[in-house]
């Protein structure tokens, strides 16, 4: 048997998924933002005409997965696994938003890195031939992560600098075995990597380890250099995260600054409630699948690696004091040729 | 990799010292200095107010605390608190009307989950440690001056 594997823990695929379309959703802060013009759907107001965030949060995230499979042209029949994650309590704005569909549905969770991980699950499940197409999907809402995180939405108090603000936001790709369309060529599964780091306002310097290890391993396993690629999209470090990500990657020999964006500070103008940037699992979903999908459909690059980063605690750990685990994984994806 | 040793911990903590941006401690001072006071300002004149149109001083006082814990509350319902918190810090959140956003933003955040099980027990999950810990110290500050002095 042949396997599609190289180095320590990069998938290569022979026979690339085509990433046939993307779509993303998003609240009115983000579509205030910078990338604000590129979302396939804004809404004005934070419960988008539902009765609370929860709800309005699987609403999102089944505009998102609507937006991309008509994007698609595709009808649910012709889906054959429907991989999709968020922050909430047992992934239920996923399992809510899948109730809607008639397709068989794996729910994941790996915080902000859930689409990559997704992605990189459907790209395996393609490659083997065990689907013909797969839609990946995550979410996360602001004030309903907020309160389930932090403090209740209208409670005042201040964010420290390196906080990060949970982005509302959904993004939805459909990866198909053929079609018209940038491709995955490899997926690098990051390793769960813990420095210590207990403050929750500061996932930025939690995170940073397992983007670093992840990027290193990926460029070892294909034997390649930073310059291979057009861009390195991590998501989500914001502003103090990217920085510390970048001298972890420079003390291995590996300098990424100049190809280097990170989706939490690309979302979002700066602000002190920002902070450092934003976060949530919604957050690199709406900004690969509203801006990096297009760009890469339109062949503005050649291979970009988008290394979504999750920070993997829970409010309970957060509580007892303990450390916060995490993880990356990157997707390398080419143009089409 | 599994979970960093002390010794590793620590070198990756010094090195993170070089890259996280400092709290704006003496904006943060001023402001909650300024609001603070424009907040204890607003309840002396309505306490004042109170007191010239000839009510009792102990009554204007408990009067003037309920009307400010409204105006907090109001303000909490109407989405405003908490950008005044978030822009002024303590100073929006010692004066009684944070107080009242501490008790309404919990309350009106899970209300989805009833009035027994989401309003009744988690109405106090913010300022619930305020009022067991001022309980407590109000004990033993009564027990000491019982029997010191």
């Not at chain 1, 590129?38 to 419960?47: G, P």
């Not at chain 1, 936001?169 to 997926?187: D, Q, S, T």
């Not at chain 2, 007191?51 to 605390?65: F, I, N």
């Not at chain 2, 009307?97 to 309404?104: L, Q």
Request: net charge negative; with cysteine.
């Amino acid at each position: 048997m042949e396997f599609h594997r190289r180095g320590t823990s990069t998938c290569v695929f022979k026979e690339m998924p085509v990433v046939v379309s993307a779509a993303a959703v998003v609240g009115p802060r983000e579509g205030k933002g910078p990338l604000g013009d590129l979302f396939d759907m804004v809404y004005s107001n934070t419960l988008f005409g539902e009765s609370s965030w929860e709800k309005a949060e699987s609403k999102m995230l089944r505009q998102a997965v609507d937006l991309a499979l008509a994007k698609a042209k595709l009808d649910e029949t012709q889906v054959d696994f429907l991989i999709a994650g968020d922050l909430l309590n047992q992934i239920i704005s996923s399992a809510y938003m899948a109730r809607e569909y008639d397709i068989p549905f794996l729910g994941i969770y790996g915080a902000c890195a859930t689409i990559s991980e997704g992605m990189g699950l459907g790209s395996m499940l393609i490659a083997g031939r065990f689907a013909r197409q797969v839609v990946v999907a995550s979410s996360s809402h602001h004030d309903a992560a907020e309160r389930q995180f932090r403090y209740p939405t209208e409670f005042g108090h201040q964010r420290p600098p390196t906080g990060q603000w949970t982005a509302t936001a959904a993004g939805a790709v459909v990866l198909g075995a053929k079609g018209k369309g940038p491709r995955v060529e490899a997926v690098t599964i990051g390793r769960v990597q813990d420095l210590g780091v207990v403050e929750p306002n500061d996932m930025g310097s939690a995170m940073a380890p397992g983007f670093a290890d992840t990027v290193w391993r990926h460029l070892q396993d294909m034997g390649r250099k930073p310059e291979d690629y057009d861009l390195v999209v991590s998501g989500d470090l914001g502003r103090v995260g990217s920085l510390i990500g970048r001298q972890l990657l420079r003390d291995k020999g590996i300098v990424i600054d100049e190809i280097h964006q990170d989706a939490g500070v690309m979302l979002y103008d700066p602000s002190p409630e920002v902070g450092s940037g934003g976060s949530g699992c919604g957050c690199v979903a709406s900004v690969f699948s509203g801006k990096l999908w297009k760009e890469l459909y339109n062949k503005q690059y050649e291979r970009i690696l988008v290394v979504a980063t999750g920070a993997l605690h829970s409010p309970t750990s957060c509580q007892q004091g303990e450390s916060i685990p995490c993880v990356a994984h990157a997707v390398s994806i080419v143009s089409e040729e | 990799m599994t979970k960093a040793n002390i010794r590793e911990q620590e070198a990756y903590s010094a090195f993170l010292e070089d890259f996280r941006p400092k709290r704006p401690t003496l904006r943060n001072i001023v402001v909650a200095f300024l609001t603070g006071g424009l907040i204890c300002t607003a309840g002396q004149g309505v306490l004042s107010c109170i007191l010239s149109r000839g009510m009792p001083e102990k009554q204007a006082y408990v009067l003037t605390s309920s009307i400010m814990v409204f105006a907090g509350a109001f303000l909490t319902g109407l989405g405003v608190y908490d950008k005044l918190g978030s822009f002024a810090g303590m100073g929006a959140a010692l004066p009684i009307t944070g107080f009242a956003n501490s008790v309404v933003s919990p309350a009106m955040e899970y209300k989805h989950e009833g009035f027994v099980l989401g309003v009744g027990a988690r109405m106090f999950q913010v300022a619930g440690p305020v009022i067991v810990y001022a309980t407590l110290t109000a004990t033993i500050v009564s027990i000491i001056k019982l029997y010191v002095f």
